[in-house]
């Protein structure tokens, strides 16, 4: 199906819909809030019984996104949901173990709004783009398809989504159709300082901390081509970080000079979360994440494991350095 006969679809899903629960995957990021809390805001204003989920509730860090505030961590299983909109997530396992069976066992239709390479179109109705920066710019593009004007709250939600994915506008994935819809958003009443403030302005004293230590032993390999970083539970204890303190480190690794792959390790009680990224496409890193059960962009993909990271650090490397060479 083309894209427009996507968005068609999905509209109508949501027209025929009255109470609808939305929900963004674990680990939650910009995108994943900003495009179900703008998403869900405006479907509030057009008369719609709207309820967001998130494995992990409302993180302190992204609460300046209009609507996160009022994300449960519980996934009703008994309300009558007409409709179920499944948000940023490559495929099923990326709501959270514990979200995962509950929204896929509930009954009620999903509908899959994602922007991943990886995505498996799980959704009784499937709204993919790998076009697109991020799920949030998507969204806009539905919200356009239906006729629906966000207000400034749902507008700065669903900015919030680009500029997070797009690294503040500045990764490949920008399109002018992405500044176009950033512009439209900005004159919806979003603020473009506030948000960027927000993100990338404001850091604890010990984020900062945990990254000057991470950062002064970098793992690199291939001649300095590749550069990782990894983040014990040990380290967080260390300087009263979080996981969430982590944040970046993968693309301050990548953006060294001479830096063409990069990957970052974080423990979260016995779960490792590792990132990769690449400098461009040219170095698809989507298939690494992939042969360790995970997924996402070719210059930007993540998996999880709760193998000991030291232990298979060594393969990952080795397969980073396929990618480099070629093979």
């Given amino acids: 199906m083309s894209?427009?006969?996507?968005l068609s679809c999905a509209a109508q899903a949501i027209v025929d819909a009255s109470v609808i629960a939305i929900v963004s995957h674990t680990?939650?990021?910009?995108?994943?809030?900003?495009?179900?809390?703008?998403l869900a805001l405006t479907l509030k204003e057009q008369g719609k019984e709207?309820?967001?989920?998130?494995?992990?509730?409302?993180?302190?860090?992204?609460?300046?996104?209009p609507g996160v505030a009022?994300?449960?961590?519980?996934?009703?299983?008994?309300?009558?949901?007409?409709?179920?909109?499944?948000?940023?997530c490559g495929d099923k396992k990326r709501m959270g173990d514990s979200f995962g069976p509950l929204v896929t066992g509930h009954g009620a239709p999903l509908l899959n709004i994602d922007h991943h390479i990886s995505n498996e179109r799980f959704g009784a109705h499937n709204l993919i783009s790998v076009t697109h920066s991020s799920t949030a710019e998507l969204v806009c593009e539905l919200l356009h398809k239906l006729s629906y004007s966000p207000a400034p709250e749902s507008a700065t939600a669903l900015l919030a989504g680009i500029i997070g994915d797009t690294g503040s506008f500045r990764y490949s994935s920008t399109s002018s159709q992405t500044l176009e819809i950033a512009s439209k958003l900005v004159a919806a009443g979003a603020s473009l300082v506030d948000i960027s403030k927000a993100l990338y302005g404001s850091y604890p004293l010990s984020m900062v901390r945990l990254q000057a230590e991470v950062l002064l032993n970098l793992h690199m390999h291939h001649?300095?081509?590749?550069?990782?970083?990894?983040?014990?539970?040990?380290l967080f204890k260390k300087h009263g970080a979080s996981p969430d303190d982590a944040d970046m480190l993968v693309e301050r690794a990548r953006d060294i000079d001479g830096v063409k792959i990069s990957y970052a390790a974080r423990q979260v009680d016995d779960l490792w979360?590792?990132?990769?990224?690449?400098?461009?496409?040219?170095?698809?890193?989507?298939?690494?994440?992939?042969?360790?059960?995970g997924g996402g962009h070719k210059a930007a993909a993540a998996f999880r494991t709760r193998?000991?990271?030291?232990a298979m650090e060594a393969t990952l490397v080795a397969r980073l350095e396929e990618v480099l060479d070629g093979v």
């Fill in 223 to 234: 001649s300095d081509e590749i550069a990782g970083v990894v983040v014990s539970k040990e």
């Fill in 70 to 88: 009022d994300v449960s961590d519980t996934f009703p299983t008994d309300t009558p949901w007409d409709l179920i909109i499944v948000c940023d």
């Fill in 273 to 293: 979360k590792v990132s990769l990224r690449s400098v461009s496409d040219t170095y698809d890193v989507s298939r690494v994440a992939q042969s360790f059960g």
């Fill in 50 to 65: 709207v309820s967001c989920f998130n494995e992990a509730g409302p993180m302190e860090k992204y609460t300046f996104i």
């Fill in 307 to 310: 193998k000991d990271f030291s």
């Fill in 27 to 38: 680990g939650p990021d910009a995108d994943a809030y900003g495009s179900m809390c703008g």
């Fill in 3 to 6: 894209l427009d006969s996507d």
